[in-house]
């Protein structure tokens, strides 16, 4: 659910970046020979050509599309070529997208305050930026302005039969503009700036929307692409807005956009206007009804995080038709692969970045054979991390058996497992996340061993004691496994695994308009187009209790990981229970139940998309009460700035 928060100004400059036709580049990259001719890439699972994840905009003349297969996309493009992702342990390997992403950021994180929001775009607050140089440098002071800036797309001023060109270097010239148009001017050169500097470090290119907050700087950023920015005044707002396709807006592109459409005649964005705040409300809740309000006016107020590290690591396979696995030997087969695969991304993230994941998660998508009833889910699962491939691998199936045994219905410990119940995974993700920075680290260290990792170069070997001595969740260390289901182990001897916080979390809107503009290449058009440490809690390692991630009612408490840095820091470690007192969210299929907080914050929105389709939809639909929990602490903690959720959709 949307959180209506009001602006704090309405005059700060945000900047969507998103790359082009992003996993085409970095391949275009890596073989150069691929530059300017119809190029798509395709997923690792090669039926019928396999599946394309990003299409050039060559490619795309053609009539090539993402949701067309390879071999569909030679009959529309017969010249077209086709790169498949990276394979590592029998499944797509994105790193070297990740990567390719992370080059980026770290160009763009220069001017201002940076939120890395997916694998290849970005939030920029460029106000300070904007305010520095509209006192220092104004721009109709500038000598010279990049060809990039005075080819960007200003909504809404008048052309008066001018090239576009021209009209924008106008709008830029304009020194009796408002106060906030002149910021976004500002906004447009140092974006136009920056997107060179892209250009010349990476070969990249990419588009952009720069406007007064993340909702229209994201809405501009693909109008006009690739190779593009767009810029959106206060004053072209409304008639944006009233011709905007209700589904094309963030967050209405699902059953929302579908309800307003269906139950009010809504077909704009725009048509929301004829409706009170009140009346919106009414029908959609106090929170959901602010926020609609607000989104008929152009009002948001979310902040640009601070955050160029991904806030969750997960690793994904599907496992289509015939390919199900099913006996527990396969999966622990692909467990140990995805396990190895994030114990390596955890690991890398600790030795460059200091930072330490204390959740595992485990998704699956099960049926159960001759079941009509088939429509129940998985129930995913989730323990405190422990590092150590082994230590995640022996978790990750733990917590797999036992949501297979409460998926089958087997919640008694003496309930056995017999061949009548047939099952098949056909998708399985694990997901590391709640990553905190270690700044206790070092005082942790030094009351163990007399080592500060952060004072070495060496960082790798001083992670390795890091982990040494992080506490582990648990001591269980019994195998549940077995050749086949009759050996899945009983309820009783899975429980002895962890207890933990869970976070979930969401993401990738609605489709971008993908309007291609030849007549107004800058610079970059023109290359584009030249072919060329666990949480343990003293508690919840004496109940060893695997806990289901269901969404709580109420907010996320801080440190619920147990493990608290902040005492760390004082040189006494205590694996402290931190449990929420309201109502209990958590089934638990042991012997007790406990009372259970999450934090959505702690999955970054950008990894459901790395997870399997099928897992992303059931993801993202639990994200939606977790983030009216959210809301619902802060309405009560300031009814003045936010709105008590009383109702959802
Ligand atoms: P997008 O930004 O959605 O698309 P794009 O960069 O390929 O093209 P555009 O110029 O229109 O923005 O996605 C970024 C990358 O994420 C994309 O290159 C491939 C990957 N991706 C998938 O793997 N699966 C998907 O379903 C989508 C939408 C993207």
Redesign the pocket.
């Known amino acids: 659910m949307p959180i209506a928060r009001r602006e704090a100004s309405d005059a700060r400059v945000i900047a969507h970046v ?7 580049q970095v391949e275009q990259r890596r073989q150069p020979n691929l530059r300017g001719l119809p190029t798509a ?1 395709v997923q690792y699972n090669a039926w019928k050509g396999g599946g394309l ?3 050039g905009y060559e490619a795309r003349r053609f009539g090539v599309k ?1 949701s067309m297969r390879g071999d569909e996309a030679k009959k529309a493009c017969p010249e077209i070529h086709l790169v498949q992702v990276p394979v590592a342990r029998g499944k797509a390997d994105l790193n070297v ?1 990740r990567d390719a992403g992370s080059e980026v950021v770290a160009i763009l994180s220069q001017r201002g305050r940076c939120e890395r929001a ?4 970005v939030y920029l607050d460029l106000t300070d930026a904007a305010e520095t140089m509209l006192s220092e440098s104004p721009p109709e002071m500038l000598e010279e302005i990049n060809e990039e800036v005075l080819k960007s797309h200003v909504l809404g001023i008048d052309k008066n039969g001018e090239e576009e060109g021209e009209t924008a270097k106008q709008w830029i010239g304009n020194s009796d503009a408002s106060h906030r148009d002149r910021l976004l001017v500002c906004g447009a050169i140092i974006v136009g700036e920056l997107r060179m500097q892209v250009l010349k470090e990476t070969e990249f290119t990419c ?1 952009a929307g720069i406007a007064h907050n993340k909702m229209l700087a994201k809405l501009a950023s ?1 109008m006009n ?2 190779a593009q920015q767009t810029v959106v005044p206060f004053s072209a707002v409304n008639k944006l807005l009233a011709s905007l396709p209700i589904k094309k807006m963030k967050q209405l592109g699902g059953k929302l956009g579908s309800s307003l459409q269906a139950d009010l005649g809504v077909n704009t964005v725009g048509d929301l206007l004829q409706f009170s705040e009140e009346k919106l409300q009414e029908k959609y809740g106090i929170n959901t009804g602010t926020w609609l309000w607000n989104v008929a006016r152009g009002i948001d107020g979310d902040e640009v995080e601070g955050r160029l590290l991904p806030k969750s690591h997960g690793c994904g396979k599907t496992f289509p038709g015939p390919q199900a696995l099913k006996t527990i030997t396969s999966v622990e087969r692909w467990l140990n692969d995805l396990c190895e695969e994030l114990s390596e991304r955890i690991q890398s993230d600790l030795d460059k970045n200091n930072r330490v994941a204390h959740t595992l998660t485990l998704h699956a998508r099960v049926y159960k054979a001759n079941d009509s009833e088939s429509l129940k889910k998985f129930p995913s699962k989730s323990c405190p991390l422990r590092y150590g491939t082994m230590k995640i691998q022996e978790d990750a199936l733990k917590l797999f058996n036992s949501g297979l045994r409460e998926f089958l219905g087997l919640y008694k410990a003496e309930s056995k497992v017999t061949m009548n119940n047939k099952w098949g995974v056909t998708a399985l993700s694990v997901i590391a996340s709640k990553i905190l920075a270690t700044p206790g680290t070092c005082s942790i260290l030094k009351y163990f061993r007399g080592v500060d990792p952060s004072c070495s170069t060496e960082g790798h070997a001083n992670n390795e004691n890091i982990l040494d001595t992080l506490p582990t969740s648990h001591s269980g260390t019994e195998s549940c496994l077995g050749g086949d289901m009759t050996d899945l182990p009983k309820e009783s001897s899975c429980e002895e695994t962890n207890s933990n916080c869970s976070k979930l979390n969401l993401n ?1 809107d609605g489709k ?1 308009t ?1 309007k291609r503009n030849s007549e107004v290449a800058g610079p970059i058009l023109r290359y584009f187009s030249t072919p060329s440490p666990s949480c343990s809690s003293s508690q919840h390692a004496r109940h060893g209790i695997i806990q289901d991630i269901e969404p709580s009612s109420t907010p996320a408490r801080d440190g619920c990981s147990g493990y608290n840095l902040a005492e760390s820091q004082n040189g006494t470690l205590q694996g402290e229970t931190r449990l929420s007192n309201s109502s209990p969210s958590l089934v638990q299929h042991g012997q007790e139940k406990q009372q259970w907080s999450f934090n959505v914050e702690d999955i970054d929105p950008s990894v459901i ?1 790395e997870l399997p389709p099928e897992i992303q939809d059931e993801v993202r639909g639990w994200l939606k009460p977790l983030k009216h929990a959210k809301t619902a602490k802060r309405s009560s903690n300031n009814i003045a700035q936010y709105f008590l959720p009383t109702r959802d959709t």
Do not use: H, L, Q, T
């Open positions: 998103d790359m082009d036709c992003f996993y085409v890439v994840i990003a299409v993402r997208y997916s694998i290849d775009e588009s693909g692409k690739p990738r971008r993908n998309g």
